[in-house]
C-alpha cells in the first residue's frame, strides 16, 4: 500500500504560480511512474501531467502544456507539479497517483491515488 499525500494547493489569482507537492511516507515512490489528475465540479477527471520513474520522460495535456512543469526527486520521495500562469479554469481538485505502467498508458494502472489539493484561480 502506498499512501500519497499533496500539498500546496490554495487561492490564487489569474497569472499567478503555484506548487504542488505528493509525498509518501512509507514506501518509495522511485518504481512508479506518478501522475497528476484534476477534476473540476460537473467535469470529468483529467491526467494533467506524468513522469516515469527515472524522470526522463513527462507528458502534459494540451490544456497546460507551456504552464506546467512536473518533476520528482526520488532521493526525497516526492514529485512536484510546478502550475503558471494559472487561469481560472485551472481551478480543481488536484491530486496524485502511482503507476506500475509506463507513462505512455496515460489513464490505465493507476493503483494508488492521493486524496487531492483544492486549487482555486480568482479572475
Known amino acids: 500500500q502506498v499512501q500519497l499525500v499533496e500539498t500546496g494547493g490554495g487561492l490564487v489569482q489569474t497569472g499567478g504560480s503555484l506548487r504542488l507537492s505528493c509525498s509518501a511516507s512509507?514506501?518509495?515512490?522511485?518504481?512508479?511512474?506518478m501522475g497528476w489528475f484534476r477534476q473540476a465540479p460537473g467535469k470529468e477527471r483529467e491526467l494533467v501531467a506524468v513522469?516515469?520513474?527515472?524522470?526522463?520522460?513527462?507528458d502534459y495535456a494540451d490544456s497546460v502544456k507551456g504552464r506546467f512543469t512536473v518533476s520528482r526527486d526520488n532521493a526525497r520521495n516526492t514529485v512536484y507539479l510546478q502550475m503558471d500562469s494559472l487561469r481560472p479554469e485551472d481551478t480543481a481538485i488536484y491530486s496524485c497517483?502511482?503507476?506500475?505502467?509506463?507513462?505512455?498508458?496515460?489513464?490505465?494502472?493507476?493503483?494508488?491515488w492521493g486524496q487531492g489539493t483544492q486549487v482555486t484561480v480568482s479572475s
Open positions: 512509507e514506501r518509495t515512490l522511485s518504481s512508479f511512474t
Open positions: 513522469i516515469s520513474w527515472s524522470g526522463g520522460t513527462t
Open positions: 497517483a502511482a503507476s506500475h505502467l509506463p507513462p505512455s498508458a496515460a489513464y490505465r494502472g493507476y493503483l494508488y
